[in-house]
């Protein structure tokens, strides 16, 4: 799956998941917007991400992590094992 679309089901899911409807976001994005960012027509900047998951009362990485989860068809244990891993190895330094 194309990480755009990928991003745009784990956006549409989140939020579903908290019984919001695309209108509720009209303080940080249009609808429109958000009707293109679920269908993956669109791809969001860092800031936007954050401003949406601060709408939905999520920690940005929770969208991010499921949508790279939905990408590559990977489950999410191991996709905090590599995090976790990764982090480490630059803390060792």
Same mark, same amino acid.
């Given at each position: *799956?194309? /990480?755009?679309?990928? !991003?745009?089901? #784990? &956006?549409?899911?989140?939020?579903? #998941? +908290? ?5 509720? !976001? ?7 917007? *958000?009707?293109? /960012?679920?269908?993956? /027509?669109? %791809?969001?900047? /860092?800031?936007?991400? %954050?401003?949406? #998951?601060?709408? *939905?009362?999520?920690?940005? &990485?929770?969208? &991010?992590?499921?949508? !790279?989860? &939905? +990408?590559?068809?990977? %489950?999410?244990?191991?996709? !905090? ?6 982090? #480490? ?5």
């Amino acid at each position: *799956m194309e /990480l755009h679309q990928a !991003f745009g089901q #784990a &956006l549409r899911r989140q939020r579903r #998941a +908290k019984g919001l409807s695309q209108e509720e !976001f009209t303080i940080v994005s249009s609808r429109t917007y *958000m009707s293109e /960012l679920e269908r993956g /027509l669109k %791809n969001p900047t /860092l800031d936007k991400i %954050n401003e949406l #998951a601060t709408i *939905m009362g999520i920690h940005p &990485l929770t969208l &991010l992590t499921e949508c !790279f989860s &939905l +990408k590559d068809d990977s %489950n999410i244990d191991e996709i !905090f094992a590599r995090i976790t891993q990764e982090l #480490a190895s630059v803390n060792d330094r």
